[in-house]
T-cell receptor
Framework: DAGVIQSPRHEVTEMGQEVTLRCKPISGHDYLFWYRQTMMRGLELLIYFNNNVPIDDSGMPEDRFSAKMPNASFSTLKIQPSEPRDSAVYFC?????????FGPGTRLTVL | DQQVKQNSPSLSVQEGRISILNCDYTNSMFDYFLWYKKYPAEGPTFLISISSIKDKNEDGRFTVFLNKSAKHLSLHIVPSQPGDSAVYFCAARRGLIQGAQKLVFGQGTRLTINP
């Protein structure tokens, strides 16, 4: 079975550019989560969806961040404009019950 | 406000011995706890979990213990193997209220198994 798929795996961009991260959850899972991992803050939840509807976006740091889930098999996290402090590893995870299954992450570097 | 704390950033154990990773939490509303393991350049992988109605859960070499009165849980790995070298995250979930699917993660403990 395919796990959570994220793309790209690595992204290097310049400050001010738009960045779009993509996620395909495990088929049949009804929850999707976006996390960010940094050395300073560890693994922090940004937003999560249930049945494609955003439930809690209190972790989204600023208006520069937005997330969508147009259907059950696809979600995007967009940063516009990007800043150097957005550099981190972004994980997507999906779940059906207690356990969340994580993708491999996207390492974002903003120069 | 760090609701889930892993106070040891690193731990080094000899192969074959027991590894004990600790986690403390502050929120008494947490009802489900999970341990994840993470290798470099990979996402966290679910390892084992425990409900608050239990005090122990075992899966092969991995056992999680929960002490609700102390708000403390621990992960025991016996015997430790070189492939267990990774970062281990403790996570907690609040149940029975909106947002119950949210997990709160600790900062992680880097476990190194020495041959």
């Amino acid at each position: 079975d395919a796990g959570v798929i994220q793309s790209p795996r690595h992204e290097v961009t310049e400050m001010g550019q738009e960045v779009t991260l993509r996620c395909k959850p495990i088929s049949g899972h009804d929850y999707l989560f976006w996390y960010r991992q940094t050395m300073m803050r560890g693994l922090e939840l940004l937003i999560y969806f249930n049945n494609n509807v955003p439930i809690d976006d209190s972790g989204m740091p600023e208006d520069r961040f937005s997330a969508k889930m147009p259907n059950a098999s696809f979600s995007t996290l967009k940063i516009q404009p990007s800043e150097p402090r957005d550099s981190a590893v972004y994980f997507c995870a999906s779940s059906l019950s207690h356990t969340q299954y994580f993708g491999p992450g996207t390492r974002l570097t903003v120069l | 406000d760090q609701q889930v704390k892993q106070n040891s950033p690193s731990l080094s154990v000899q192969e074959g011995r027991i590894s004990i990773l600790n986690c403390d939490y502050t929120n008494s509303m947490f009802d489900y706890f999970l341990w994840y393991k993470k290798y470099p350049a990979e996402g966290p992988t679910f390892l084992i979990s425990i409900s608050s109605i239990k005090d122990k859960n075992e899966d092969g070499r991995f056992t999680v213990f929960l002490n609700k009165s102390a708000k403390h849980l621990s992960l025991h790995i016996v015997p430790s193997q070189p492939g267990d070298s990774a970062v281990y995250f403790c996570a907690a979930r609040r149940g029975l209220i909106q947002g119950a699917q949210k997990l709160v993660f600790g900062q992680g403990t880097r476990l190194t198994i020495n041959p």
